[in-house]
């Protein structure tokens, strides 16, 4: 496509992008369980006039636009405020989880540098951690060492298979709040026990569960210390735009002090131009994304966030319910809104064509295979519909299954 000699009319262009999303994804019908998260129309309404409100302002100029900056600020407080942040915490806004966790490794690295590690240096994370640290890694050039998962079926991260892979060159040790293919929240107490006693960097990514887990604890789920509160971590990353409710794209990354913050954002003044100062990877920042995430916090408060949190966890436990009695192993122990389960005898990718034929659009894992969900709010008042089409997507497998298993039979006379 070539840029168009002339323009043309809003009317019917508006048209066009319409028609070109018929074959999109119908999230707001309930029937998509990843990338999107539905918390329903009043929210979805703040979010788009809290964004237009500010979308032309840029986050990258704080003296020209103030109001982003405080906005920003106060963002960051709440955030500090449900992940028991300590008396000098701070952090800063970025454009998502990947963003986040690769400032919190470019952090990490330049902290080790300055305390004198000149070696190549080296994350350690579980197997189970987000592909965002090995992106980050490598355009780092930092090694990354990942380490199998606890036997037994838990599928947590092993703090002492974990311990035994560090070295003078690690940077940084990664624990999840939940990790992203199974939703299980590894063992951050005892990663955070090995950090201090080795002094080494840890993060905890919980760019998923960071604005969704301190309201399940709030309404009664028993979720471990993950947070702050444990001594050992001294960065975390959680996305607004995930459990958060705002718009796209917008996270947190956190730091346990100043002190270790300041060796977080570029500043520098070599060149022609007027000396920049930049806090996160980006330079121009959509103000949109700032506005937006100060806005639906402050619309939804404590108690909306616990009134949407309760959905979330009530949808998961009938949703692990119905496929345990349907012959599923539930994949660990998950305790917030990601679900993974596997049928013994159906090969889940399978499932999942047939599921999709049915309108649905969720996920997969690969290690072990199986189902995937992220549920939402609104998933609350599908999840009926969702175990009757299993059903039927189970069937068309085994149907399937055994036809095949007839056209390969052998013939006797």
């Known amino acids: 496509m070539q840029l168009p000699k002339t323009g043309r009319n809003w009317a019917e262009l508006k048209s066009e992008m319409t028609?070109?999303?018929?074959?999109d994804a119908k999230w707001r019908d309930g029937k998509t369980a990843v990338y999107v998260f539905n918390a329903g129309p009043e929210v979805e309404q703040v979010q788009k006039e809290a964004y237009t409100a500010f979308m032309s302002e840029n986050g990258l100029g704080p003296a020209a636009f103030p109001s982003l900056a405080q906005m920003e600020k106060e963002v960051v407080s709440m955030a500090l405020g449900l992940l028991h942040g300590p008396e000098g915490a701070t952090g800063a806004m970025t454009s998502g989880g990947t963003d986040s966790i690769t400032m919190a490794i470019k952090t990490a690295r330049d902290f080790a540098r300055s305390k004198g590690q000149a070696g190549p240096a080296n994350i350690v994370l579980p197997q189970s951690a987000h592909l965002a640290f090995d992106k980050a890694a490598h355009l780092m050039d930092v090694e990354v060492r990942r380490v199998p998962l606890k036997t037994g079926g838990s599928f947590e991260a092993d703090p002492s298979a974990m311990a035994a892979t560090l070295d003078e060159n690690t940077?940084?040790?990664?624990?999840?709040?939940?990790?992203?293919?199974?939703?299980?929240?590894?063992?951050?107490?005892?990663?955070?026990?090995?950090?201090?006693?080795?002094?080494?960097w840890l993060h905890v990514d919980a760019c998923v569960g960071g604005f969704l887990a301190p309201f399940a604890r709030m309404n009664g789920v028993p979720v471990p210390a993950f947070d702050f509160e444990l001594p050992g971590v001294r960065s975390m990353s959680a996305d607004l735009h995930k459990y958060g409710y705002a718009a796209k794209g917008a996270s947190t990354v956190l730091f346990r002090s100043?002190?270790?913050?300041?060796?977080?954002?570029?500043?520098?003044a070599g060149w022609s131009g007027a000396p920049m100062k930049t806090p996160t990877l980006a330079g121009t920042r959509p103000g949109g994304a700032i506005s937006a995430a100060w806005a639906v916090m402050n619309h939804l408060g404590v108690e909306g966030y616990r009134r949407l949190q309760g959905k979330v966890c009530a949808a998961r436990e009938q949703v692990e319910a119905g496929v345990r009695e349907r012959g599923f192993e539930v994949l660990g122990t998950p305790v917030l809104g990601l679900i993974a389960f596997r049928h013994p005898d159906l090969h889940p990718f399978a499932i999942y064509a047939e599921l999709y034929k049915r309108g649905w659009f969720t996920s997969v894992t690969k290690e072990p295979r199986s189902l995937h969900l992220m549920l939402s709010p609104k998933h609350a008042d599908m999840i009926d519909d969702y175990l009757r089409d299993l059903d039927a997507a189970c069937e068309a497998v085994r149907a399937a299954n055994g036809a095949q298993a007839e056209t390969v039979q052998p013939r006797y006379s």
């Open 258 to 268: 100043e002190e270790l913050y300041a060796y977080m954002p570029f500043d520098l």
């Open 19 to 23: 028609e070109r999303g018929a074959g």
């Open 171 to 200: 940077i940084m040790m990664v624990g999840s709040a939940p990790n992203f293919p199974h939703g299980i929240i590894d063992p951050i107490e005892a990663l955070s026990d090995v950090a201090v006693a080795r002094d080494v």
